[in-house]
Every structure is written in C-alpha cells, then in structure tokens.
C-alpha cells in the first residue's frame, strides 16, 4: 500500500466565502471545511447548504478535502447528509469519546455512500480525541472502523477539560499524545497532531516548535487555522534535503555490503546496520511519497488556469 502523506490540514469555516474561494491556492495537502467550532449555531444550516459546493471550490488544488462535523445527536445526521458528496475524502471527527460514536458514524456514512453512489468504505474518518474520557477510551476508538485512517489530538479543546492554558512547552499534552501515537504506531494509523497550541497563527516561531516536538513523538502532520501556518508543517513534517541524500547513500551501501555477506557498513564513519537500513527506506518512501503529493496538487493548480 502506497504511504499516505497529510503533513497539513487547513481548517477553515464553511460559511465564509472568501477563505473558500482561496482555499485552493494555499498548498495544504487537506483543507478541512469546518461545521463545527468556527461555525455560530445560528448559522449552521445556512453552513451545511455550502458544503456540496465548497467541496468542488475547496478542492481544485488537489488538496484532499475533509468536512469536520458536529459530534452531537442534533446536528450530526444533518451534517453528514450535508458532506457527503463527490469530491468527499473524508470526515474530521471531533470529540470523540468512544467506538460506539464510530460505530454510529460508519452506520450513517454507509447509508449516505450507498444512497450516492459512492464506492462503499470510501469516506475515511479523521477522528480527534478531545477530553480524558476520549483518551481512557483511545484504543476502542483506534481500532472501531477500518474507515479511521488518522488519530490526533485536539490541544484547544484538551486543555480545557484538563482546566489549564496552553503552555509554550505544550507539556500539558505531552502524556495525551504520547499515548494516542503510540496506539496509532501499531494499530497502522496515521498519527496527527503538535505539542502545543494551534490558536496563535501570528506566533509563527511557537507554532513550529510545537509541531517539531510532535514530530519527535512520532506524529506525521497536524492541523492549521491559518495558511502561513501551512509552510511550517510541510517543513517540519518534510525529511531534510541533506537526510534523504544520506539515506539514498546508506541504502545503497548496505545493498552492497549485503552482496559481499555483511550486514554491518561503515559510510562517512557512521555504522550503517539493518535498523539504520530501514530508517533510510523510511525517508526514501516518505520522500518519494511526499513528491507525489506536490506533484498531484501542481497538476491541479495547472489545470486551473
């Protein structure tokens, strides 16, 4: 199976315009059409009558597009009937508390796939644990739909059901993530997400050491509210230049020790092993996959005009 690449996932408001209309230019490798937080109450069921359309908008790029619903029994049947369209990669999740919310989920998107025609299982969710209860609960929910396909979570809305603010250090979330990357690493799920807060767009230097310590965790991308947010998690999420050239260097070298029957190289006076090996065809795939994906979105961005 080919490596899934989402080092970032734009979230923007549904119901405004302007941000939709622009959504395509600004690289994302997901844009995020929110129903639920940025979005009044009062305006919800105007939100939802945008949401075909701002699929179709949102997605020229070649971004993949997701809607984030409202995880509550009044709006989320609404909201699914008003996302699930062509064009539709997947559902982001919020505030998930326990595989039966998943269990429901996967019900009613079947329901909607096979009503449009859509292949079924072909909506993925991107579900994001959001309180304790969620995190006590993480592994059930990892593991409650084949259709999870990424797992993170929400530092805004974590921090307040802990009762602190955010911290430069993100130290707050260090246990939440750890765990939920953890689960994500051997159940084969994307793992998403910062150590720190999203909400200061303008403190661009914070935000990417947050998202540099969630990398070190192990996550593989996170969400933005803001689109110069957008370059700093693709540079994070990214392998260096200089360690994708050295790991070319290590594979081949090792291929070619194995040849004259050793599993141990010396290159540049590093010892190049089987565990070096592997981590250097990890770089080369995420590389190699993360070409393909700013290949694809610059071939949208071309027929565009």
Same mark, same amino acid.
């Given at each position: 199976?080919?490596?899934?690449?989402r080092?970032?996932t734009l979230?923007?408001?549904?119901?405004v315009?302007?941000?939709?209309?622009?959504?395509?230019?600004?690289?994302?490798?997901? =844009?995020?059409?929110?129903?639920?937080?940025?979005?009044p %109450? !009062?305006?919800?069921?105007?939100?939802?009558?945008?949401?075909?359309?701002? =699929?179709?908008?949102?997605? #020229?790029?070649?971004?993949?597009?997701?809607?984030? =619903?409202?995880n509550?029994?009044?709006?989320?049947?609404?909201?699914?009937?008003?996302a699930?369209?062509?064009?539709?990669? *997947?559902? +982001?999740?919020?505030?998930?508390?326990? !595989?039966? &919310?998943? +269990?429901?989920?996967?019900?009613?998107?079947?329901?909607?796939e096979k009503?449009?025609n859509?292949?079924p299982?072909?909506?993925?969710?991107?579900?994001?644990?959001? $309180?304790?209860?969620?995190?006590?609960?993480?592994?059930a =929910?990892?593991?409650?739909? $084949?259709?999870?396909?990424?797992?993170?979570?929400? %530092?805004?809305?974590?921090? /307040?059901?802990?009762?602190?603010? %955010?911290?430069?250090?993100?130290?707050?979330?260090? /246990?939440?993530?750890?765990?939920?990357?953890?689960?994500?690493?051997? +159940?084969?799920? #994307?793992?998403?997400?910062?150590l720190?807060?999203?909400? *200061?767009f303008?403190?661009?230097? &914070?935000?990417?050491?947050?998202?540099?310590?969630?990398?070190?965790?192990?996550?593989?991308?996170?969400?933005?509210? +803001?689109?110069?947010?957008?370059?700093i998690?693709?540079?994070?999420?990214?392998?260096? %230049?200089?360690?994708?050239?050295?790991? /070319?260097?290590?594979?081949?070298?090792?291929?070619e020790?194995v040849?004259?029957? $050793?599993?141990?190289?010396?290159?540049?006076?590093?010892?190049?092993?089987?565990?070096?090996?592997?981590?250097?065809?990890?770089?080369?795939?995420?590389?190699?996959?993360?070409?393909a994906?700013?290949r694809?979105? !610059?071939?949208?961005?071309?027929?565009?005009g």
């Open positions: 199976m080919a490596l899934r690449i080092r970032s979230i923007f408001p549904v119901n315009r302007r941000f939709i209309e622009k959504a395509y230019t600004r690289d994302a490798d997901a =844009i995020s059409l929110d129903l639920e937080d940025s979005v %109450p !009062a305006q919800k069921d105007e939100a939802r009558k945008l949401v075909k359309e701002s =699929i179709g908008v949102a997605g #020229r790029g070649g971004a993949e597009i997701l809607v984030r =619903i409202n509550e029994p009044g709006l989320i049947i609404e909201d699914i009937d008003a699930v369209h062509p064009g539709l990669f *997947g559902i +982001h999740f919020p505030k998930v508390e326990s !595989a039966e &919310q998943l +269990h429901r989920l996967d019900a009613l998107l079947e329901v909607k009503e449009r859509l292949a299982g072909s909506i993925t969710v991107s579900a994001h644990i959001e $309180t304790p209860l969620g995190l006590l609960n993480a592994e =929910i990892a593991t409650a739909s $084949t259709r999870i396909e990424s797992l993170g979570v929400g %530092p805004e809305d974590y921090c /307040y059901e802990l009762g602190v603010e %955010p911290s430069e250090t993100g130290i707050e979330l260090l /246990y939440a993530v750890s765990r939920v990357v953890t689960l994500c690493k051997a +159940h084969k799920i #994307r793992a998403h997400g910062l720190g807060s999203v909400a *200061g303008r403190q661009l230097d &914070q935000f990417e050491q947050a998202a540099l310590r969630g990398r070190q965790l192990g996550t593989e991308g996170a969400g933005c509210i +803001h689109p110069d947010q957008v370059k998690l693709h540079k994070v999420f990214s392998p260096d %230049p200089g360690a994708v050239q050295y790991a /070319y260097r290590a594979v081949a070298a090792f291929e020790g040849q004259k029957k $050793t599993a141990s190289v010396n290159l540049d006076g590093k010892m190049v092993d089987i565990p070096v090996y592997y981590r250097a065809k990890r770089i080369i795939e995420r590389a190699e996959a993360i070409e994906v700013q694809r979105k !610059a071939e949208a961005l071309a027929k565009c």
